[in-house]
């Protein structure tokens, strides 16, 4: 009488010797983790919006370079991520760089009298 498993594994008692059991079935959280989706990543979506909020609301005009570098960065995210990558930094580092202009800008005109009815 042959205690067939139906996967094709034979029948082990509790407590079957160590070299006497079947190998392990592989399945989920076995083996190689599933390919990551490598779309556009968050990172660059959030660099494109504030840079457009950016560009509509405080006149940051570095902010219009930066949502080109923030678009193309999502639109090559998936064929050339370094480069997207690149992209996004530099992206970021353009809407800092405009941020604090315009800040700094605005605080000369503050202090020099221009905002003074």
């Avoid at 779309?39 to 370079?65: D, K, M």
């Amino acid at each position: 009488m042959s205690q067939e498993d139906p996967s094709g594994y034979p029948y082990q008692p509790y407590g079957a010797p160590y070299g006497e059991q079947p190998p392990p079935q592989y399945g989920y959280g076995y083996g190689q983790p599933p390919p990551r989706n490598n779309g556009p990543s968050a990172n660059a979506i959030v660099s494109l919006v504030l840079n457009l909020i950016a560009i509509v609301s405080c006149c940051n005009f570095l902010g219009i370079p930066g949502a080109i570098l923030a678009g193309l960065a999502i639109s090559k995210a998936r064929t050339q991520p370094q480069t997207a990558r690149t992209m996004v930094i530099w992206s970021w580092v353009l809407f800092g760089l405009g941020f604090v202009l315009t800040l700094g800008i605005f605080l000369i005109l503050g202090f020099s009298g221009a905002f003074d009815d």
